[in-house]
Structures are given as C-alpha cells and as structure tokens.
C-alpha cells in the first residue's frame, strides 16, 4: 500500500504531539504569518505528515516521519496515531520498519528508528516501509508514506578523526596496519575506545602488541574465550597536537574479510551521561 499525502507539509521543530490531526490548527485559529523558521546552527526535530493507512474494520494509522539534525547523525522515526473508526478505546500505536531518504543526489537509510551519517542541510525525501500496531491489540497495518523534509542545521563539526596507513587486506596474508586517531578539539578529555571487528566465521584474526588493546572477552564466568576477530583499545591520553597510534595485526585466511572500525569518546559536561559520541573509522577491503 502506497500512500502519498496530498496536504502540503508543514515542518515542525521540538517535541512531536500526537495525534497528527492536532498538528493542524483550524482556519480561524492560524496566525496571520507563518512563524519564523529555526535558526541554522539550532538542532532540531523536524515532522511532517507522511500518510493515512487504512485497513479492515475500520483500522486506520496516520502517520508522520521525524529527523533529527544538527549532530553528526541523522535520526529518523514514524511516530503515528492509530485506532478504529467508531471504537472509543484509546491506542497506544508502535511503529517499526526502515526508511530511505534522497538528499543531493545520494541516498541514506536505516531502521525505524534508527539513525543514519548527517550529510548536512538540504531537503531529504524520505520514503519509510512501517508497520504499525496498537496497544491493545486491535490495528495491525503496513504500507508505505512519504514525506519531504527540509533541515537547516549544520552538520555538528566532528571532534575527532581516525586515519589508517593503508586500505586494502590480502587473503592468506597477515598485515601490519597503524591507526591513527586524533582529538581535534579542546572540549572533553583525553579517554577514547577504539574498536576493530572483522567478519565473524571468516578466520580472521585481529591481534596487537600493544598493552591497550585486547581481544574481547565472551561467556559467563569463568570462561577465559576472546574473540579473535575483534580488538578493543582504551586510549587515555588524546590531546589536541598529539595524536595517538595504534598498531595491530590482522592475519586473513583463505577466505576474505573487511575490517571496519569506530572510535567512541566521552565529552563531558558535569556529571550529565549522555554527552559521548560513536563515529565510523576506516574500513579495510580485502583483495584476492
């Protein structure tokens, strides 16, 4: 089922309010101007509304798409109202299912909700496959809604970067590669986790002299397995100017694996736990 809004859309910034339809002021109660849009370096929330499914009995889910700006991720959600035609119970509605979005000629996606790289401000046609259920039981619906969303907030300037000395793994072969990761701003501390996961079943085997990494440890006490296709890296001492390397070793068997890697910093702000971030590193091909 593909539905295409034929209301013009409108965009939100803050907190969704639900149902949608509350999102529509009457003729008599609209201002006589629009209000002004956010400013361009503000992090917001952006609604629009996507669509109405509709089903047997009476079920129905209108629904919108959200993103979220002004980070280094862009977040997308379907928040919806859902119910049916005639019933006086009240639904609590659940939205899953994936999203696409096409924004300057590339396209993004991920999971409801779920987030994606920001690429930065522009308009994003968002296209999202949901599924939506109610709490109680009573509206199941699945379909497709559109919406197009116009993000002014910059992409947050990243604090840190991971740099690698070569790109490319051979099959049957162990290589020396060096990571390099950097602590761009004076915001935060010198603490990061650097992370490295081959593909698990492939033989690959990620290991490194280097007294701050270690191969992950799995199982309930007392097990002592490790997984040796990943590495984990506590790094103390980043400091704006001085970066730190990192070298390890990454032994590929007769069958090939990527390795691909992040980096994730705490920056702190009192004692508030959610200030930290995760960004991607560089990912190693492997060739024949």
């Not at 996606?109 to 496959?129: H, N, Q, R």
Request: charged content about 15%; overall charge positive; aromatic content about 4%.
């Amino acid at each position: 089922m593909t539905i295409r809004p034929t209301t013009t859309l409108k965009v939100l910034a803050g907190a969704v309010v639900l149902p949608l339809l509350a999102l529509v002021a009457p003729v008599w109660g609209r201002p006589s101007a629009e209000p002004p849009p956010p400013a361009a370096a503000e992090p917001a929330t952006l609604c629009a509304p996507a669509g109405t499914l509709h089903g047997a009995d009476g079920a129905y889910a209108e629904v919108g798409l959200c993103a979220d700006s002004g980070g280094l991720r862009l977040t997308v959600s379907a928040p919806a109202s859902c119910g049916r035609a005639g019933s006086r119970t009240t639904y609590s509605c659940r939205s899953t299912g994936t999203w696409t979005a096409r924004h300057a000629g590339s396209t993004l996606a991920g999971t409801l909700p779920g987030p994606a790289e920001y690429p930065g401000p522009g308009t994003y046609d968002v296209t999202a496959s949901v599924r939506i259920r109610s709490e109680p039981a009573g509206v199941d619906l699945r379909g497709t809604v559109r919406a197009s969303l116009t993000l002014t907030a910059p992409r947050a300037r990243p604090t840190h970067a991971v740099t690698v000395d070569r790109a490319t793994l051979r099959r049957g072969t162990t290589t020396t590669v060096t990571y390099t990761v950097r602590r761009d701003s004076e915001d935060g501390d010198g603490s990061a986790r650097f992370g490295l996961i081959g593909e698990e079943g492939s033989g690959v085997r990620i290991s490194s002299a280097d007294v701050r990494c270690v191969n992950p440890l799995v199982g309930r006490y007392p097990a002592t397995t490790r997984l040796p296709h990943a590495l984990d890296c506590a790094l103390t001492a980043l400091q704006p100017g001085r970066p730190e390397t990192v070298t390890v070793q990454v032994s590929v068997g007769p069958e090939c694996s990527t390795v691909v890697s992040k980096l994730g910093y705490w920056m702190a702000d009192g004692q508030a736990l959610y200030t930290g971030n995760m960004q991607p590193g560089p990912k190693l091909a492997c060739a024949g």
